[in-house]
């Protein structure tokens, strides 16, 4: 995802999701090589609960992007796979 989309996602995660207002959320900048994602990633610092958990997962999906839980359960990251073709859909916070 390009730097607009990603705030805009930001935007969109605190306006829905309001179980996960005042947690670190973090926008990581693109890696060169690309192996695990296309672009910006959003990651989040919270502890993963299965209720805040459906509600990023409605978001990303409706972008086409992926979401990842670590294996602690105290970090989210939501990105574009690479390969991944640009779904064409305006953001509606901006």
């Not at 607009?4 to 829905?16: F, P, W």
């Not at 989040?44 to 359960?73: F, P, R, S």
Request: hydrophobic letters at 40%; charged letters at 25%; proline letters at 4%.
């Amino acid at each position: 995802m390009n730097r607009k989309e990603a705030v805009s996602l930001i935007q969109e995660i605190d306006a829905e999701c309001k179980s996960i207002r005042s947690t670190s959320i973090i926008l990581i900048s693109p890696n060169e090589n690309g192996l695990f994602s296309k672009g910006y990633q959003v990651h989040i610092k919270m502890k993963a609960t299965a209720n805040k958990l459906q509600c990023l997962k409605a978001i990303a999906d409706q972008y086409g992007y992926k979401l990842e839980v670590a294996e602690d359960n105290w970090s989210v990251a939501i990105y574009r796979p690479p390969g991944k073709q640009v779904i064409p859909v305006e953001f509606g916070i901006m």
